[in-house]
C-alpha cells in the first residue's frame, strides 16, 4: 500500500492526473489502477470529481494526511539506515546492573551479535543507581536495570516482568510433606545472593512481610556458584525466573516449586537510555532492536 499511497500524494499535491502521471513518470492507465486499487483497499472514494477539477472526500483528506505522515518516517528510516551503514562496525557500551547481568545481558548480547556480527558490545557494571548515573552521563549508551526508573533526563523502556521462584535440590527434605508453601521457607537452609542488589532487597522485604526467618548458610554473589552449592549443602534459593533454564536445572539436579506468594513478587526489567534527540542515529537503532526483540519473546 505505501507505493499507491506516494502516488495518491503526488495527485493530490499536482492536483491533476496528468501532470502527476508526467511527474511519477507513469502512464495515465497505470496512475488510475494505482488510485482505483488503493479505493479498494479502503472501501471508499478519495476523490469527486467536479468538471476535470478533482476534490478531495473526507477519507481522502485523512487519508492524504496518512501519505504525508508515511512518506516522512519512510524518509526517516531510510536517513537513519544510510547513518548506520556509513559508520561501518560500531560500538555500542551497555550498562548493567549486578543482577541483570547475570540473568539478562548474556542472552541479549547472543542476539545482538547474531543478527549484527560487526558490532562490538561493551558492558559496564555496577549497582542500579550507578548505572543510571553511567547513562545519564553519556558514560554508557543505555542502561539494562531491574526495576523502573523514573528520571526526567531518561527515557525508561520495560522490557518484561520477573519474580522470585524456589529453587532446590530434588528429594529435598522439604519434600517429604508435599508441594511447599510460603511459611516452609521459615528455618529452611538457603543459601542467598549478597546484599545490596534489587534481587537481595526483594528477598528481604519477603522475608519481613511474611515474619520469616530462614537459615542463611551463605551469601554469594554469583548466581552459578549458588546453584552448584544447593545440593552440597543440602540447602535452597530464591532466584529470578529469568535465570533459569531447563538444562541449567537438569545439569545440577534442581526443582522450581511454585509458590502463589512468590509470582506476588513481581519486578520489571527495564532499557533507560538518554532522551531519543540526543542520541546518534546507530543507538537508536540499537535501542528500537532491544526493545523489538523482547516482543517476541
Known amino acids: 500500500m505505501l507505493d499507491e499511497l506516494h502516488v495518491f500524494a503526488v495527485v493530490v499535491e499536482q492536483s491533476s492526473m496528468n501532470k502527476a502521471s508526467a511527474a511519477l513518470n507513469l502512464s495515465q492507465p497505470a496512475l488510475s489502477r494505482k488510485i482505483a486499487k488503493l ?6 472514494l478519495l476523490f469527486r470529481r467536479i468538471g476535470k477539477r478533482l476534490e478531495l472526500t473526507r477519507i481522502g483528506q485523512l487519508t492524504y494526511e496518512y501519505a504525508i505522515e508515511a512518506r516522512q518516517q519512510h524518509l526517516r ?6 547513518d548506520y551503514k556509513s559508520v561501518g562496525r560500531s560500538t555500542l557500551t ?4 549486578l543482577t541483570t ?3 539478562t545481558l548474556p542472552d541479549l548480547i547472543q542476539a545482538l551479535t547474531l543478527r549484527s556480527p560487526e558490532l562490538d558490545i561493551k558492558a559496564i557494571t555496577g549497582k542500579t543507581h550507578e548505572i543510571v548515573t553511567l547513562v545519564r552521563e553519556r558514560k554508557a549508551d543505555l542502561g539494562i536495570v531491574a526495576s523502573r526508573i523514573d528520571d526526567p533526563q531518561l527515557k525508561c523502556v520495560p522490557l518484561f516482568d520477573d519474580h522470585l521462584v524456589l529453587v532446590l535440590p530434588r528429594n ?5 510433606k508435599g508441594l511447599p508453601v510460603i511459611s516452609d521457607l521459615n528455618a529452611l537452609p538457603m543459601i542467598l545472593f549478597s546484599k545490596g542488589t534489587w534481587y537481595r532487597i526483594l528477598t528481604d522485604e519477603l522475608f519481613e512481610k511474611y515474619r520469616l526467618l530462614p537459615d542463611v548458610r551463605m551469601e554469594i554473589d554469583s548466581f552459578e556458584a549458588i546453584l552448584r552449592l544447593l545440593h552440597t549443602c543440602r540447602a535452597a534459593t530464591l532466584l529470578p525466573k529469568s535465570y533459569l533454564r531447563p538444562e541449567m536445572l537438569q545439569d ?10 512468590l509470582v506476588e513478587s513481581k519486578r520489571t526489567t527495564s532499557l533507560i537510555h538518554a532522551q531519543s534527540e540526543s542520541l546518534s542515529p546507530e543507538v537508536r537503532l540499537w535501542i528500537d532492536e532491544i526493545a523489538t526483540h523482547y516482543k517476541r519473546v
Open 172 to 176: 529435598h527434605f522439604v519434600m517429604d
Open 94 to 97: 551497555i550498562g548493567a546492573s
Open 39 to 44: 479505493e479498494q483497499d479502503l472501501g471508499a
Open 101 to 103: 547481568l547475570q540473568t
Open 77 to 82: 528510516y531510510l536517513s537513519l539506515v544510510a
Open 252 to 261: 545440577n539436579d534442581l526443582l522450581v516449586i511454585p509458590i502463589r506468594e
